[in-house]
């Protein structure tokens, strides 16, 4: 079951639900908010090999996973190149809030993926008590380069009730490796070998 329109709105309204900036009413869907494309992305350094399966548990040395990617800032009138085969990372420019008893689906635009733009790898689900940015996980497996620009409608969101609150919202577990993200962080599974 997800929340319709007319559920979204309630949501925002009585800041159940909050989303900042909050959308148009525009960016309501049927059953999803659009999202859009903030200015921060994240590059592969080319020629790392990464252990994604240590032995004794996971290694979270996060300088050293920093060292996978590097960050690039581009201005609301430049656009980010993602070139065929590439892969990066990308945020929301909204900051989404999510109550302890409602799950996030991230899905990606069609219009973007009949062009070769996946827009997310495998996280499409955004845990209930949620609180940050949305890191995008971004894969061009079509033939052109792909321009993308800041403030471009990127992908919707819809949202999922649970039967019960859960009993461990992400905002507040101990071990929330991406808690409170401003910028897209690199995995803070495996270590550099």
């Given amino acids: 079951m997800k929340l319709a329109d007319v559920d979204i709105r309630a949501a925002l309204e009585a800041g159940r639900l909050r989303i900042d900036p909050r959308p148009a009413e525009k960016e309501i869907g049927a059953v999803s908010v659009d999202l859009q494309l903030g200015t921060t992305f994240r590059v592969c350094v080319p020629g790392q090999a990464v252990d994604l399966a240590p032995s004794g548990g996971f290694w979270q040395d996060n300088l050293k996973m920093d060292q996978l990617m590097t960050q690039v800032e581009i201005r609301h009138e430049e656009a980010f190149y993602l070139h065929p085969g590439a892969f990066a990372l990308g945020i929301t420019r909204q900051r989404i809030t999510l109550p302890d008893d409602l799950a996030g689906r991230l899905d990606g635009r ?14 499409h689900t955004i845990d209930p008590g949620w609180d940050g940015r949305i890191t995008l996980e971004f894969f061009n497996c079509g033939q052109w380069l792909l321009a993308m620009r800041a403030g471009m409608h990127i992908c919707a969101l819809s949202f999922e009730p649970l039967l019960s609150p859960t009993s461990k919202p992400y905002a507040r577990q101990s071990g929330a490796k991406y808690r409170g993200q401003d910028s897209p962080l690199p995995s803070r599974l495996g270590r550099l070998l």
């Fill in 110 to 123: 069609s219009s973007l993926a009949r062009v070769g733009l996946m827009v997310h790898a495998t996280a």
